[in-house]
């Protein structure tokens, strides 16, 4: 039984990695559609701001000079260079969710992810895999899960399931007498 006084375990990140177009975007849309308390980062980019993008939201959008200092201070958890671009995923905000207790879910591809398992040892890696898809064997070695995307229901049932145990409790009165 948890009380206000008691310390909870820090929350489980979850990271669902899976080769391009395997679907991860709108996977993780719909678990946080059914988990709404499930956070998600806002990955950072050198690439201009697209049309209907809002910056901010799916993506926060910096000049390379911002994303060098960023880098060079050690705030990137994680980050790659796409053709002339780079992304990553601020450190700061992660680390607070989780030592708040928040589950955490990042989508990113298969480098990304072990990438995050080399920094944050304890996030769990779940390998989204396509139908006809056939991974490495020493790649899916380091994840935890794998989850066929068959069909899209099935997959967020699966995760939301693996997220059962990452809420914090709610804190319970205590009861007098």
Request: charged share 20%; aromatic share 6%; hydrophobic share 40%.
């Amino acid at each position: 039984m948890s009380t206000d006084g008691e310390a909870r375990p820090a929350a489980r990140l979850t990271v669902l990695a899976g080769p391009s177009g395997s679907g991860r975007g709108g996977v993780v849309g719909l678990v946080r559609a059914r988990l709404p308390s499930v956070w998600t980062p806002v990955p950072v980019t050198t690439r201009p701001r697209r049309d209907r993008e809002v910056a901010g939201v799916e993506r926060s959008f910096l000049d390379p000079v911002t994303f060098d200092r960023l880098l060079a201070a050690g705030g990137l958890l994680e980050w790659s260079q796409i053709g002339p671009y780079r992304r990553g995923t601020p450190q700061e905000p992660l680390r607070s969710r989780l030592a708040a207790g928040e589950p955490a879910l990042l989508a990113m591809d298969l480098a990304g992810a072990l990438l995050v398992r080399a920094v944050l040892p304890e996030a769990q890696l779940v390998l989204l895999r396509p139908p006809d898809y056939v991974p490495d064997p020493n790649t899916e070695a380091h994840f935890a899960h794998t989850v066929v995307h068959s069909r899209t229901v099935q997959v967020v049932d699966e995760l939301v399931g693996l997220f059962g145990s990452s809420f914090k409790a709610p804190a319970r009165p205590r009861v007098r007498g």
